[in-house]
């Protein structure tokens, strides 16, 4: 029996949370910049990127993700993407380590932006507090987020997830390989039992 393991995709449909329109301002933003996110499942969920719209190129950029201190506002680094060089504009993804989020209804996140040189990102007016600024540069991400302001920037940027929560683990399945062949000899035994002739069968006389 030969074990090969077959992945169990993550992901059979992606959903994602965030703004998914490309805003009409441009911005590069200073130090950290961590935008409000909400996803609305009440079972695990597992995020495997973040996305985010770069209107011009020239820079380096990495993301990340943060969870919520309870009271709207960005706490702890959960998981986070290595550098990307913004290389053309457009819609880009960057990898994170598939992350299972334990929902059990809808719960506040935050994706955070960092960059250098001229790493742009698209954004629009939301809410108020939809954006908050720590005074960490690229390429160093907070560990805890230290928030020193808050701003209605809503930028060009989402969480990519599937639902409910996978962890793409390989599963071994088992396959039989080679030929079976089964071969029966037969080989007699002749066993002799002896067999006494009768002397009379009949007695006469005269």
Do not use: M
Request: proline share 9%; net charge negative.
């Amino acid at each position: 029996v030969t074990r090969t393991p077959t992945e169990t995709p993550v992901c059979t449909t992606t959903l994602h949370a965030g703004y998914d329109n490309i805003g009409g301002s441009q911005t590069i933003p200073s130090y950290t910049a961590a935008y409000r996110i909400v996803f609305g499942e009440s079972s695990p969920i597992t995020v495997t990127s973040l996305t985010a719209y770069i209107p011009a190129v020239g820079g380096l950029a990495q993301v990340a993700l943060y969870d919520d201190t309870g009271s709207d506002g960005p706490s702890t680094l959960i998981a986070q993407s290595a550098p990307y060089t913004l290389a053309s504009p457009g819609w880009q993804t960057f990898d994170i380590p598939d992350t299972v989020l334990p929902l059990s209804g809808p719960t506040t996140y935050w994706i955070a932006w960092q960059g250098s040189g001229l790493a742009y990102i698209s954004y629009t007016s939301g809410a108020a507090g939809s954006r908050r600024t720590s005074f960490d540069s690229y390429p160093n991400f907070p560990s805890a987020f230290v928030e020193s302001l808050s701003s209605t920037d809503l930028a060009s940027f989402y969480a990519n997830y599937c639902s409910p929560g996978g962890s793409g683990t390989p599963t071994p399945t088992s396959t039989a390989s080679g030929t079976f062949t089964s071969t029966t000899t037969f080989t007699p035994t002749v066993t002799r039992t002896p067999t006494e002739t009768p002397v009379c069968t009949t007695t006469l006389h005269a």
